[in-house]
Each structure stands twice: as structure tokens, then as C-alpha cells.
């Protein structure tokens, strides 16, 4: 005679769906699997035994499970050493000058931070200035150029010749060719790392005010010597 209300132990097994997700507290752990198959097995009818099939396709989900919760803990491990190791990296940065892909400019004191951009091509270039509002507070025309790498150059000022306040600013570097077709252009930043932050588990590096991504640096100068990572 079976046992009513023991269903069979594979239908609980957690999947890898999104739509299955299950609070941890209600996840089916390897102890609790292998409890319910030993109950399972204790309260069986012995006229009537588990069929060896389905036993055996009990262990097979039950060694899938465990092999689960065994690739979860290596991958936790995988990423503990990475975070360490990002750490460590962006450590040295400290005291050292970089340059970074980036699109804005640091006011600060009335001085403007170092910037450069790259022109792929022969063309004609003019900057925008944009406030943390998006509205331009200069536009600046610096007429046709070759190709070839030229530093951001403002003085600060709006285009009525005010200073403006401290803050972040993005800068836009429009560039057509005599065709009037826009070209692609670079922007970078250059600035002396102070600190390292970190966010979400990331490692960002303070050039400024500005956090700076590692991934984004093209450039390193320690003591007068420059290494490009392009």
C-alpha cells in the first residue's frame, strides 16, 4: 500500500529558471533532499518497493544537486580572489597620473582639469560645454585641424565671457570633414589619482571628484615615464 502524500522527491528539484526563483529560506537544500529520500524509503511499502528505475533517477538528481551547490561555492571562491586582486591593482594606482576615456571637465577653484581629444582625421572642430543641467555654457570654435591628438583649452568661462562655478562639466567635441560628415573623435582626461572607492564591490579610482573605472585607463605616467594600455 503506498504512502499518500509523498509525492515524488525529484519534482521539488530547483531549476536554473528565472521564473522558478525561490527565496533562500525556501530553496531545497542537499540535507533536506536526502532526508526525504531516506523517509521515503523507510515508509515505503515493502510489497509494493520503490521501482529501481525510479531510485535510481532519485540519485541521479540528487548527485546533480550537490554537483550544483558544489560549482556555487567555487564560483564564489573565483570571485572573492578577483575582488581581492582588483583591489590590490587599484591600490598602485595611487600617486600616479592617469589618462582616461572620459567626457567631462572638473572645474574646481576657477582651474580646469587636463583634457585632450583625438581627431581620426582632417576636420573642422568646435567644443561644447555642457552644465550638470545639459544646458551649453560655451561653445568654442577651433576651425579646421589635422589629424592628430589637441588639448581641450578653456578658460572657464561662459559665453559671455563669465567665470563659471565649480562642478563637473561634459564637454562635446563635434568634428565634420569637407564632405560634412561627422568623424569619430576620442575624449580623455588626465589627472593624478588621490584615492580608491569602491561601489556595488567595484573598484573605482578618484582622479578629482571624478570615480574612474580602471577599465577606462589608456595611459599611466609614474615619475615622468608614460605607459599606454591602448
Known amino acids: 500500500m503506498a504512502i499518500v502524500g509523498l509525492e515524488p522527491v525529484y519534482q521539488n528539484i530547483p531549476t536554473w529558471d528565472d521564473s522558478n526563483k525561490k527565496d533562500s529560506k525556501d530553496e531545497l537544500g542537499l540535507n533536506q533532499f536526502l532526508n526525504m529520500l531516506v523517509a521515503q524509503l523507510k515508509h515505503q511499502d515493502p510489497l509494493n518497493p520503490m521501482d529501481g528505475t525510479d531510485f535510481t533517477a532519485q540519485l541521479a538528481q540528487f548527485s546533480a544537486l550537490e554537483q550544483q551547490f558544489q560549482m556555487n ?33 572638473v572645474v574646481k577653484g576657477g582651474q580646469v582639469d587636463t583634457g585632450v581629444y583625438r581627431l581620426s582625421g582632417r576636420a573642422q572642430v568646435s567644443l561644447y560645454l555642457y552644465d550638470s543641467r545639459g544646458m551649453e555654457v560655451r561653445k568654442i570654435y577651433k576651425g579646421w585641424q589635422d589629424a592628430g591628438e589637441y588639448e581641450i583649452e578653456w578658460d572657464g568661462r561662459d559665453n559671455e565671457g563669465n ?13 565634420e570633414d569637407d564632405q560634412g560628415l561627422v568623424i569619430p573623435i576620442s575624449t580623455y582626461v588626465s589627472g593624478e589619482v588621490t584615492g580608491v572607492t569602491y561601489r556595488d564591490g567595484f573598484a573605482y579610482l578618484m582622479v578629482d571628484d571624478r570615480a574612474i573605472s580602471p577599465s577606462a585607463i589608456v595611459e599611466v605616467n609614474d615619475a615622468g615615464n608614460s605607459h599606454g594600455q591602448e
Open 73 to 105: 561555492s567555487s564560483l564564489a571562491e573565483i570571485q572573492n580572489v578577483l575582488s581581492a586582486q582588483q583591489k590590490g591593482n587599484a591600490i598602485d594606482y595611487i600617486g600616479k597620473t592617469v589618462k582616461t576615456l572620459d567626457n567631462t571637465l
Open 163 to 175: 567665470p563659471i562655478s565649480d562642478g563637473t562639466y561634459q564637454v562635446e567635441v563635434v568634428a
